[in-house]
């Protein structure tokens, strides 16, 4: 077959006197006489029994292409359909590749691409509807591609280069490795609704349109700017569904997914939540990556039964620890205490009083702790105080934890600051000159009520090494506050101290500090 025209479907004189055997000669010629106008399009039935005819006759299959067999029987349509749209109409030439039906051929190239046949997205264009599309290096003999909903390949026929297309209409276009995917269809002229091969076209490629980072766009402009019907919500459905944990990841699929948990129906929305619990911590760990964290908070803000509440708190309640300490993960969390029922969130926050310790020394995890506290109520929320101030003379030390027992001085709730005040008993002169410790005994100082501080101050006074406090980097601004919020007999208590060690506060920089507010006439009763 190697020495047929390039086109099939183009055939002249001289190509068919000359390439094929004179047993066939004679039925070319009968095609030739019998069909004068070059142009197929003109006479399309008459063009098809003729071409059928001759195909038949070298042996050689119209349809002999990568597509499946139910194409073949729908050229009819399409050829009617071609009647009924308005195509740029594209200039034949003798030995140039043809464009019939929106298939394009040259050489009878096995990998042409039909509708619903595509086998891979490789270096092909994809359109749906109107759209004129020029190309400002066509190769010679090319010609304006004919807009049928049909699909280009660029590896035969050297029809389309990357880069190399100017739109002419306001509708969004795909670059994707290499190969143009262009929506057909005309913005601009209000559109309510796709052209019925809009479908078609998008079968088994919504996928790789989401995870383009301009088919996304696209794909999302379709999704908003259509009036969505329930059936075609449920063909991008259909599409995506086996495909959400990888999508919801996907740095431009995350977006498609969120817009579609707006417009799917409720059922759907259920089907969507069944699909990413079903894995065991399929859904945590969506969450942990940057993009799923959104796509996840979106289809949280779109749940709308006690039914999709449930089953998502099913899923999230385990790795509840692991979202609190993850730097995205942990906004999920927060969705779910802001936006759910106390009722829905007693698992999740069982969860994070069991790992109350590991969380709160975490960097993310103290932040959450605190919003816990704050969204907790009734038993959960006091299992979960209690287990800080058990763990509050380590948490005091630690880089993270000191701020959620801060949070909690910060409280003012007068039985919690008695709670915590028991627990730390006897440990306020190390804690004082601990770097985060020191942070503990200035809240203290601050926010609690005149019998809290005189109990902290005594504790202070009593210990044989409080001295050390006046030229401690850290101690030094304990001493400070406990001077500035006490008084009477506390205060000059106080005092009186750095007095005494004034001479050993010489000679230490922090010393100096504590001397230069309080020493030389200033050491008087507030």
């Given amino acids: 077959m190697s020495s047929l025209s390039p086109s099939p479907f183009v055939l002249n004189e001289e190509d068919s006197t000359t390439s094929l055997s004179s047993s066939s000669q004679a039925s070319f010629s009968h095609f030739l006489i019998q069909n004068q106008n070059p142009n197929p399009f003109h006479s399309h039935n008459q063009t098809d029994h003729f071409l059928q005819d001759a195909f038949a006759r070298l042996s050689v299959s119209p349809f002999d292409f990568n597509y499946s067999s139910s194409i073949a029987s729908g050229f009819s349509a399409l050829n009617g359909a071609s009647n009924n749209h308005s195509f740029d109409s594209p200039t034949f030439q003798p030995s140039q590749s043809s464009n019939l039906y929106g298939q394009t051929h040259k050489n009878n190239a096995v990998n042409a691409v039909v509708v619903g046949g595509l086998p891979s997205l490789q270096n092909c264009w994809v359109g749906y509807g109107r759209e004129r599309v020029k190309s400002n290096n066509l190769p010679s003999g090319s010609y304006p591609a004919l807009s049928a909903g049909g ?32 929506n057909k269809f005309d913005v601009n002229n209000g559109i309510s609704s796709p052209t019925p091969h809009w479908l078609n076209n998008l079968r088994g490629r919504v996928v790789l349109f989401a995870k383009d980072q301009s088919g996304h766009k696209d794909l999302i402009s379709m999704m908003k700017r259509l009036t969505v019907t329930i059936n075609e919500t449920s063909f991008i459905f259909l599409e995506l569904i086996d495909h959400m944990a990888e999508l919801m990841v996907d740095p431009f699929g995350n977006y498609v997914i969120q817009k579609l948990v707006e417009i799917c129906t409720e059922d759907q929305r259920t089907l969507i939540i069944l699909r990413v619990i079903q894995p065991n911590l399929m859904l945590v760990r969506i969450c942990l990556n940057p993009h799923g964290t959104r796509s996840v908070e979106k289809l949280l803000e779109n749940i709308t039964t006690e039914q999709q509440r449930a089953l998502v708190m099913s899923a999230l309640s385990p790795g509840a620890a692991t979202l609190a300490t993850d730097t995205t993960g942990h906004r999920v969390l927060l969705h779910c205490l802001r936006y759910f029922p106390p009722e829905d969130n007693k698992d999740l926050l069982r969860v994070v009083v069991n790992h109350c310790f590991g969380i709160a020394t975490d960097k993310t995890g103290c932040c959450v702790l605190h919003q816990c506290i704050s969204y907790a109520h009734g038993e959960t929320k006091k299992q979960l105080i ?58 203290f100082l601050v926010e609690v009520g005149d019998q809290h501080k005189r109990r902290i101050i005594l504790e202070l006074l009593h210990n044989p090494d409080v001295a050390r406090l006046l030229v401690d980097p850290f101690g030094n601004y304990v001493i400070k506050s406990a001077v500035s919020k006490s008084k009477g007999a506390i205060q000059d208590a106080l005092l009186q101290l750095i007095q005494l060690n004034s001479p050993m506060m010489r000679t230490n920089v922090y010393g100096r500090k504590l001397l230069e507010k309080f020493g030389s006439g200033r050491l008087r009763r507030s």
Avoid: W
């Fill in 386 to 443: 209690a287990e800080i101030i058990v763990n509050a003379p380590l948490l005091a030390e630690d880089a993270y934890g000191n701020y959620v027992v801060q949070d909690l001085v910060s409280s003012k709730t007068p039985i919690v600051t008695e709670c915590l005040l028991r627990q730390l008993e006897g440990k306020f002169l190390s804690l004082s000159r601990n770097k985060y410790g020191s942070n503990v005994v200035e809240k």
């Fill in 151 to 182: 699909y280009f390949s660029r590896n035969n026929n050297g029809f389309l280069d990357s880069e190399s297309f100017v739109r002419e209409t306001g509708s969004g276009g795909v670059v994707m490795n290499d190969h143009l995917l262009g």
